[in-house]
Structure formats: C-alpha cells, structure tokens
C-alpha cells in the first residue's frame, strides 16, 4: 500500500461546480498537509497549508484534514475554468522530513 | 513565475549516457530541493541541499549525484542512464530554515527523455 493514495482522475466538471479532490494516508505521523497545483508544463505552486487536523479556507479554496480517518480533501467552490490543472496532495511528518505526494488529479472545469 | 530557472528545458540522450541538470534558486533562497516526477510513479523527493550542504536524501539512486555551489546553484547529475530515467526533473527552492515545510518554490523542469 502506497503511503499517500489519491484519486487518479481525470475529473471534468463544468463552471460554477464544486468540486472535491481527495487523498488517503497510511501513515499516522503526518502532521503536515499541504496542496499543490501544477498547470500544464509548469512546476507545482503551493496552494494550501493546513497543519494537524481541521479546516483552512483561502478564497475558493478549503482545505480540509481528519486525522482520525487518515483522510485530507480539498474544496474548489465556484471552479473556473482557470482551476484546470493537476493537484497533487503532499504530506510531511515532520518539518525536516521529506513531502511525500499523491500521484496527482487532473481536473478540467469546462466554460 | 517562480522565480527559479532550470537548464536545459528538455534533454534526449541515449542509454548509458550522463546529464547534468542545472537549477538556479530564487535569488536569497539558500536551499534547493531536487524532485522526479513520471507517470507512474509520481512526484518524488531526490535530494535537498541548504547553503551548500546536503541536508536530506529521498529516493535517489546511487548513479545519481548533485551538489549546489557558492553562488547557491545546483546541478543534478544522472549517469549510466537508463531508459526507465525518462522523467521531469523538477527543482524547488525556499528561503527560510531548509525545512520541508517551508514554501518551496518549484521550477518550470527539465523533460528527460533516454532513448
């Protein structure tokens, strides 16, 4: 079993939607949680940083972490079509320990 | 942008070749991370270097090496390459404590493909 699980996609959707992106953990020492999201031919950029459980929103964006249930998402309210790209999940144990990543979702918001 | 570059954008060799990779950190960002990203395996840390030093080692293997100099830049160097190689390579950088959990800034890549 993989220790960073994520839906492997692709996702469509059309404008206005929201949308959900998910991941799945093994292991119970992450403690930081972060999303990225990755546009086509570029390098990932850090979209948002929750630590320890609970919720964190930025706009459209929520970021959503249960420990308990070694389960993190991520909510894209009124999705626009300039959300279209990969999002990748990563997680860390510890602040000098590596990111480890899902494998990433490509998500398409259609006009 | 991010404001880190890497060189070359895409590479073709051969099998058994050698590369190197260059990457230029965000100018005052003293640590460099090194990641690979292919299809099936994902996005996964290499090596991560803070002020000239090596501070952590992922999933490199042994035929691969990098170093990052004064000036802070890196270089990844791949040799006896082999097909299963063929990768984006991707560089980050951040500027506080060389923690993972620093905002790392990733560059735009170098596309390796050994033929």
């Known amino acids: 079993q993989k220790e960073v699980e994520q839906d492997p996609g692709p996702l469509s959707v059309p404008e206005g939607a929201i949308v959900s992106l998910n991941c799945t953990y093994s292991?119970?020492?992450?403690?930081?949680f972060m999303w990225y999201r990755q546009y086509s031919r570029k390098g990932p950029e850090l979209l948002m940083y929750?630590?320890?459980?609970g919720n964190k929103e930025d706009g459209r964006f929520t970021a959503q972490v249960d420990k308990s249930s070694k389960y993190i998402s991520l909510f894209i309210r009124d999705s626009q079509p300039s959300d279209s790209a990969t999002y990748l999940c990563?997680?860390?144990?510890?602040?000098?320990?590596?990111?480890?990543f899902g494998k990433g979702i490509t998500l398409s918001v259609r006009p | 942008d991010s404001g880190v570059t890497q060189t070359p954008k895409h590479l073709i060799t051969a099998t058994g070749q050698r590369v190197t990779l260059r990457c230029s950190p965000r100018?005052?960002?003293?640590?460099v991370y090194w990641y690979q990203q292919s299809l099936d395996q994902g996005l996964q840390f290499l090596i991560q270097?803070?002020?000239?030093?090596?501070?952590a080692k992922g999933n490199i293997l042994e035929r691969f090496s990098a170093q990052q100099f004064p000036d802070l830049h890196s270089e990844l160097n791949l040799s006896s390459l082999e097909l299963g190689d063929s990768a984006l390579y991707f560089c980050?950088?951040?500027?506080?404590?060389?923690?993972?959990?620093?905002?790392?800034?990733f560059g735009p890549g170098t596309r390796l493909t050994v033929l």
């Open positions: 980050a950088s951040s500027v506080e404590m060389g923690q993972f959990t620093d905002t790392q800034y």
């Open positions: 292991n119970s020492a992450f403690q930081y």
């Open positions: 929750t630590y320890s459980s």
């Open positions: 990563a997680m860390s144990s510890g602040a000098n320990s590596k990111l480890t």
């Open positions: 100018s005052g960002d003293l640590s």
């Open positions: 270097y803070y002020n000239g030093e090596e501070r």
